[in-house]
């Protein structure tokens, strides 16, 4: 168990639709990344929310939007889904600890949810 | 996207036997990862690289950091049926940046 936790396990609509997926991170991890993973395109960085900020963006659709609360959970939402969105999507956590050699983080992963559009 | 070129893409092995599998890279990253996902769960972290040429091992589990820091590979000995599953390496390019991936290596292991 990595501590992260999603929901729903999975989740099935039809196309046109949309949908929001929850992630709350491990206590005490202020980050939270947002993966896609499809057949053809692997595991996808898609968005990342440090601190309630969004801090970086990534193979993101502008159908696609995220959010990080101020208890740290974070949002991801799906709109006008077409067939191509279905996919697994993860959400990581991770704090970043600095020493006298520099920074270093460990993302962890929550178990995902699967999305099938139909 | 960016992914880094991962292979083997699969792998059919008997129990006991070593594995190697590797990763490269067009540009460079300063942190390497492997991790291991099994079917309907989240990638799990197995080993973390911090510094170019650095060998760490986890039990039966050996990774290295390239020198050119274009590459890694992880190597697992004495295979076991509980090590199936898919390996993917990733690349960090800083700390508390987004990770890019491989493409796997799904490992089967015959008893």
């Known amino acids: 168990d990595s501590g992260v936790t999603q929901t729903p396990k999975h989740l099935i609509t039809a196309t046109g639709q949309r949908v929001t997926l929850r992630c709350s991170p491990r206590s005490g991890d202020l980050s939270v990344y947002w993966y896609q993973q499809s057949l053809d395109q692997g595991l996808q960085f898609l968005i990342q929310?440090?601190?309630?900020?969004?801090?970086a963006k990534g193979n993101i659709l502008e159908r696609f939007s995220a959010q990080q609360f101020p208890d740290l959970h974070s949002e991801l939402n799906l709109s006008s889904l077409e067939l191509g969105d279905s996919a697994l999507y993860f959400c990581a956590s991770s704090v970043t600890w600095t020493s006298g050699v520099g920074s270093t983080d460990t993302q962890y992963f929550g178990p995902g949810t699967r999305l099938t559009v139909l | 996207g960016q992914q880094l070129n991962q292979s083997p893409q699969s792998m059919f092995i008997q129990e006991g036997e070593d594995v190697s599998m590797n990763c490269t890279s067009s540009s460079i990253f300063n942190t390497w990862l492997w991790y291991k996902q099994d079917p309907g769960e989240g990638p799990v972290l197995l080993i973390a690289l911090y510094k170019a040429g650095e060998l760490t091992s986890n039990g039966r589990l050996t990774a290295q950091f390239g020198i050119t820091r274009k590459d890694s590979f992880l190597n697992i000995s004495a295979s076991i049926p509980s090590d199936v599953g898919i390996y993917f390496c990733?690349?960090?390019?800083?700390?508390?940046?987004?990770?890019?991936f491989g493409e796997g290596t799904q490992l089967t292991v015959n008893p």
């Open positions: 990733a690349g960090q390019l800083a700390s508390g940046s987004r990770l890019t």
């Open positions: 929310y440090y601190n309630g900020e969004e801090r």
